[in-house]
């Protein structure tokens, strides 16, 4: 039987080839004979008669009108979206905003018509050569038009060309009274068959795929929920269900307002994307953290941790214990504080009941008064003692270690950063004490984040950006007048009024007077049984002087010559012995085994140039002793403008020659018996130039 002709008439040849192809699929060009016309060919290819003529779209029917043989049939192709592409369209979220491209608004809007049809919701908005684009769209989706997709586009979808519907395939049949038509219903349903199971594989895959998620987020420490955006609660394990007492997992697909404590919900709505808070839910504290859930540029909801804070501190605090047997301890307690005047008395009873209290305390007194003796004492009196203490002294440590040092780094924050971050002292003081030594020599930027840590309760770690939560109590000291500072614009007065809400004032030395003979004992007591050699008493003048001299450096310089003498003196302490009298050093520096080596490391010093340097250097240490940072400072205002490296060398050679003792860490340094008898020495040695 001669086949009969269907002629396909289409503007554009992709939708010829489309067709070609489509027949050879379904075996139509076995029953009919196809033939293809471009409408612009028509003039001289024409239709052959008796043909079926089949048109693209109704729009091109006026044109092909005078080429139509006589008496000839024509109908319209329905077309459809091609099985492949829903697939990928699948992939894309519904509601999302989709840019639908084609060549012309026309089928653009016929595609649009189409998907529609087929049950996709997305927002879809007609895109075409020339035509308004609108902002903030990321995905297109076009019907093989792709070189027409703007630049702006993240994501291209092609389906690839609309193809003819079955039922159009079914009209040919019909028309030419064809029985094979079963053939290609047969073969169209194959392909549908063929997009069924691949979803249905994935639609297993998927499910797999979400049973091992939630196997993992039920296994792990957080309670954790997700919202839509419409707070429907879509997922929820089994942490969080246990946490806040809820019936079972049936609460997924409800509104969480509906089922979930009201408190939590306040929270839920009050916390910004990707903020961490501590917050009470029926007088428990939990530490809770909100993501926003982002796809495709899209707000699809959010998730929800949790835990309660307890939980994360018992575990952080296991860790610091181990921090803590590596000597984050304090070593003084109450008992070893020495005073019995009534006005340091005052102070110890003051400060006993001070450190049952959790409150901020400071501690003000000149420079050896006993501050940090208080603080370790006062740290061991309290409910924390058990906790670690933490010393920080701002005047021993450079500006710019500071920062990373009390509130500790995130890896990579910073070029040199320690691998894994590095834990600061507020985190390691947490459950315990934290003091703050010499406070008034932080700088601005210090104090104002020393403020927040005070207010809130929380430190950031540098270059972090997760809130860590500390419970620590402050003891801050200075010898600086704060108030004044405060005046003088050097230091917050918000941060001092933080500070001083229990003010402790030392006082001096020479301001109780009737502590010298019994602290000069207790501190012959001990040095003698240090240094292995029998007691040494003080004689009349020798004590009457002590109480007569001032004392700048207070209890720290008495017990520096209390030292010294256990050193040089027999049996009785004479004025003549007293390193602060300077008509006396020529006499005891003459009785002294040093003297010789004083001559000799006075001309060596002298040699090399050091000698003012290093008597500046001495004579501050035996002040004060202290740490390097703040005799830097010191030295700088005596006119010895030091690097840290210089100075460094500087305590080296002091330190080998015996007239210092250098300190580990933050415990500074101290001039040495031999040291003050060096100092005496070059003292004489210069007054008696001067008499020259
Ligand atoms: N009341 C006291 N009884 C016994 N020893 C004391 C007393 N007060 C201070 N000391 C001793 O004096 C030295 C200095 O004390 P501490 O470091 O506590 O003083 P400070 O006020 O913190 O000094 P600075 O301001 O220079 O840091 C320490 O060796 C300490 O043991």
Known sequence: MEKKTVTFVAQMDEFLQSVVSQCHELGVSQDFHIEGRRVDQLPYRPIAEGSLVVLSTKRIYSQVEPYLPPGSKTIVAKRMLPYHSLREMLEIPPGVKVLLVSDTAETAEETIQLLIASGMDFELYPYYPGAYLPPDIEIAVTPGESEHVPSSIRKVVDIGFRIIDLSTWLEIYAHFDNDHFHKVTARAVQSLIYITKELNNEIIHARLLQMYLEGIVNRIEDAVIALDEQEVIRFINQKAIDTLHLPGLGVQGEKAAECLPEDFIETVRECGENEEQLVDWGGRTFFFRKMHIIMEGRYLGSLLLFRKAAEIEKMEHDYRIRLYSKGLVAKY???????????FQKVIQLAKKMSRSNSTILLLGETGTGKELLAQAIHNASPRKREPFVGVNFAAISESLLESELFGYEEGAFT???????IGWFELAHKGTIFLDEIGDASGAIQNRLLRVLQERQIM???????????????????????????????RADLYYRLNILPIHLPPLRKRVEDIPWLADEFIRHYCLDLRRPPFTLSGEALKAMQEYDWPGNIRELENVVEYLAHVVEEEVHVHHLPFLQENQELVVAAEEYREDCIALCQEYERRGFLPEMTAILQELSIAGGGRYALQEQLRARGFNLSTQQLRYRFKLLQQDELIYVGKGRQGSAISPQGEAFLAYCHHAKAREGKR
């Open 333 to 343: 307690s109450f008992d070893d504080i020495h005073g019995k005047s009534p006005s």
């Open 461 to 491: 770690r540098v270059g972090g950006n997760k809130v860590i939560p500390v419970d620590i109590r402050v003891v801050a000291a200075t010898n600086q007048d704060l108030q004044q500072m405060v005046k003088e614009g050097k230091f």
């Open 416 to 422: 040199g950063a320690r691998k894994g971050g590095h």
